[in-house]
């Protein structure tokens, strides 16, 4: 029983090694490497936008019901909604393009420096 115990765990161990081997820093620690497909950056970025959106008028319509008040505070809140859903893309596209490297031989520009 003894020797099984030790020929699993130097199995895994060296699964472990040759796991670490074939994947970068950031996803032999377990964490996503933070790439996305064009198609994935596109339905995130949708799905925020309308989910916003579509809460914002459910919340507005919910509460013109209680209050009798329709269609105003829906209305109200379908705005907010969309004020709402243009700031979550505008912070993901902001996080996305943080995360992305240059390409090589890309154009980025002139340095600091020079812009003066």
Known sequence: ???????????????????????????????????????????????????????????GYLLDLWLGTQPWIMLVMLLFGFAAGILNVTRAVAEMNKAAQPQDGADLGRPNDEQR
């Open 1 to 59: 029983m003894k020797r099984d115990a030790g020929v699993t765990r130097d199995l895994a161990a060296r699964i472990a090694a040759a796991k670490r081997g074939q994947m970068g820093p950031a996803e032999a620690d377990g964490r996503s490497s933070g790439q996305m497909s064009a198609l994935g950056r596109g339905f995130r970025i949708g799905s925020e936008f309308a989910a916003a959106i579509l809460v914002g008028a459910a919340l």
